[in-house]
Antibody, heavy 123, light 110 residues
Framework: EVQLVESGGGLVQPGGSLKLSCAAS????????MHWVRQASGKGLEWVGR??????????AYAASVKGRFTISRDDPKNTTYLQMNSLKTEDTAVYYC??????????????WGQGTLVTVSS | QTVVTQEPSFSVSPGGTVTLTCGLS?????????PTWYQQTPGQAPRTLIY???IRSSGVPDRFSGSILGNKAALTITGAQADDESDYYC??????????FGGGTKLTVL
């Protein structure tokens, strides 16, 4: 059974940092591009960024709203991906999901999602 | 910055047919954007319904279908049921190599 379990969310002050983790199981993690998506309360989904696999040099890409502040990484032996968030703003407050891009589609279909972890940026 | 547009809300009668659309603030949606449609109920993670324009995800009933209609991607629900009442999001793969979600459509079945 595929599982994605996020952790690390919490309350942080504006300008602060937080690192989220997403532990994966039930599939070949090292062969799967991983993405992060967030959702503010009562709002829509927002794609945050992605990290490719080793064969693609662990290339990353980010939404304009987080570029330069957020960094995605992965540790394949630990089956874990991370989202390092720096210079946090109140508008970064959201539930953060990690998700796997399905091998069925190179350009979409995030087929498995974690339960999400809440990040609250407030003074 | 290009915005992905969706109807904020839509209503359909039980047993009826509804088509939700996904457009661009500038330009047309084509299969090259690999439209993906997600369904989300409150408190739950999204679930893939359709990807690559018209490929139904595993386990999704065939009353859900995807297409390109004119200059937009479309999700059609035929024979709507009460448990189809959800939020629906489209996602596009942009020429920049990034992904963008639409604002979502809240579907009411009544």
């Amino acid at each position: 059974e595929v599982q994605l379990v996020e952790s690390g969310g919490g309350l942080v002050q504006p300008g602060g940092s937080l690192k989220l983790s997403c532990a994966a199981s039930g599939f070949t993690f090292s062969g799967s591009p991983m993405h992060w998506v967030r959702q503010a309360s009562g709002k829509g989904l927002e794609w945050v960024g992605r990290i490719r696999t080793k064969i693609n040099s662990y290339a990353t890409a980010y939404a304009a709203s987080v570029k330069g502040r957020f960094t995605i990484s992965r540790d394949d032996p630990k089956n874990t991906t991370y989202l390092q968030m720096n210079s946090l703003k109140t508008e970064d407050t959201a539930v953060y999901y990690c998700t796997r891009r399905s091998p069925d589609s190179a350009y979409g279909n995030f087929d498995y999602w974690g339960q999400g972890t809440l990040v609250t940026v407030s003074s | 910055q290009t915005v992905v547009t969706q109807e904020p809300s839509f209503s359909v009668s039980p047993g009826g047919t509804v088509t939700l659309t996904c457009g661009l603030s500038s330009g047309s949606v084509s299969t090259s954007y690999y439209p993906t449609w997600y369904q989300q109920t409150p408190g739950q993670a999204p679930r893939t319904l359709i990807y690559s324009t018209n490929i139904r995800s595993s386990g999704v009933p065939d009353r859900f279908s995807g297409s390109i209609l004119g200059n937009k991607a479309a999700l059609t629900i035929t024979g709507a049921q009460a448990d189809d009442e959800s939020d629906y999001y489209c996602m596009l793969y942009m020429t920049s190599g990034l992904w963008v979600f639409g604002g979502g459509t809240k579907l009411t079945v009544l």
